[in-house]
DNA sequence: CGTCGACCGCTGGAGCCCCAACTTTGCGAG
DNA sequence: CTCGCAAAGTTGGGGCTCCAGCGGTCGACG
């Protein structure tokens, strides 16, 4: 090792020193490509290349126009506590708790299971599917982006009214739910994510499939996609 | 919307679906940055920045001198179901159901609190602590990295022959566990986590920080870095 | 006929340049 | 003193080029 390290590392690696010591507080301007390049004497190349590692560890932020600048981050993290069983608004309720106001529209439309979500309902794939889409935002910003599959029976129930979890609306159709599998990983977000969450380049994204199962059979399934950058999924439970 | 899409995302975006569709299967060679300028008439910038997005992605993989391929995906996501009572080994347990051969080497040592780990287990900075790292191999290739910091009084248990789970040691000191926290998010590597789990640049890992907690203490706090790319983390709880 | 080395192709780091779109600033007119 | 507008600065997309290091291939030579 320590052949010859990239020269732009030299430069990611200063910067993130200041910011990780507060020599660089948040909201702090970060040099221009100009300036970087004359002071440490490396191309526009390098300069470039390092704003963007920097960005896209989530430690600044670039605005066009204007400038980087070291993120702000209200320390959101940790306090979501995700929790299992208000579905569909995961990580909501502790941000209403904190007095933050959440708002989300969504829309359903009826669909066709499809090979990905036929295997995890065990469903062949032209079963007919109830698909919701949410979009939650707090104070406006784009927070999550849900999309939950539904068997069609139950779908019914499913109106602007009823917003009660989907534990006890199944309730009420005399079926109990007895086990949530979540399985995380992370991902690149896909274009309409993007844009749903509003973005920057390069942030990835949590992406979490849900389903509820009901004894062996899978009633629900749902692809939870967050900003992997913003925001954390919290699991508490009992041992 | 719809201004005026970056060239390189053309470009992306019919490799993939390449990909996805199967015409071009695991191990399939990509073009190369020559040929990607010709056949979609863009610049090597552009046919550049495409591949390295889609390395990002996961979905290809370059080799210096070689050529950038379609990734082999050995479909291990989702079969690792993470079980939370065999601390220290998540995860593994499934894979040597599986029939894997699983790994790992660790060292203990005795380190302070640090603010952040005294904040995580309410300590006072300068508490005494044992830190035991662990890097888990699956036949011979990196899996994860965790590191583990448990209150000084219980580590003396924590010898070679001791791989009991936290909570059977634990409990025979007396102490009940009865809480996991575990919160996850997904970020840049350290240098230090692509060394260890020889991942490729671009990819984001996935943090889980878990805690055990006692009562209304915690007594265990540990980092665990996985790939996220190659694996993804399963949680299964009864309601 | 087999082995080894030269050569060609590929990636990844780096430099430099151009341009569109956007912000900020500062100056001058009213 | 205020308003508006133009100039200057900055990001992000894109282009072109050079080079080191690595890998595979193929032909020359033993």
Redesign the interface.
């Known amino acids: 090792m320590a052949t010859s390290d990239p020269v732009y590392l030299r430069v990611v690696e200063d910067i993130r020193r200041q910011i990780i010591d507060g020599a660089l507080p948040p909201g702090a301007p970060i040099p221009s490509r100009a300036q970087l390049t004359r002071k440490y004497q490396v191309g526009e190349t390098a300069a470039r290349h390092a704003l963007r590692?920097l960005a896209?560890?989530?430690l600044i932020i670039g605005r066009v126009g204007s400038g980087h600048y070291v993120r702000e981050r209200p320390d959101l993290?940790?306090l979501h506590r995700w929790r299992?069983?208000d579905h569909p608004t995961p990580l909501v309720a502790d941000l209403q708790a904190q007095g933050s106001r959440v708002t989300w529209d969504w829309h359903s439309e009826p669909v066709e299971a499809g090979p990905e979500i036929a295997k995890r309902l065990r469903l062949n794939e032209s079963a007919p599917l109830t698909r919701t889409r949410y979009l939650y935002r707090t104070d406006g910003k784009p927070l999550q982006l849900a999309t939950s599959y539904e068997l069609r029976e139950f779908a019914p129930l499913h109106t602007d009214e009823d917003r009660r979890s989907l534990?006890s609306r199944m309730f009420a159709y005399g079926i109990k739910?007895?086990?949530?599998?979540?399985?995380?990983?992370?991902?690149?977000p896909r274009p309409v994510e993007s844009?749903a969450l509003a973005l920057a380049a390069g942030v990835?994204?949590?992406h979490v499939e849900r389903t509820h199962w009901a004894g062996d059979r899978p009633v629900e399934t749902s692809d939870i996609v967050i900003p992997?950058?913003r925001?954390?999924?919290?699991?508490?439970?009992?041992?």
């Open positions: 590692v896209s560890e989530g993290t940790s299992f069983l534990i739910i007895t086990e949530v599998v979540e399985s995380v990983h992370t991902r690149v844009d990835h994204v949590l992997g950058d925001f954390r999924v919290t699991y508490s439970m009992p041992v």
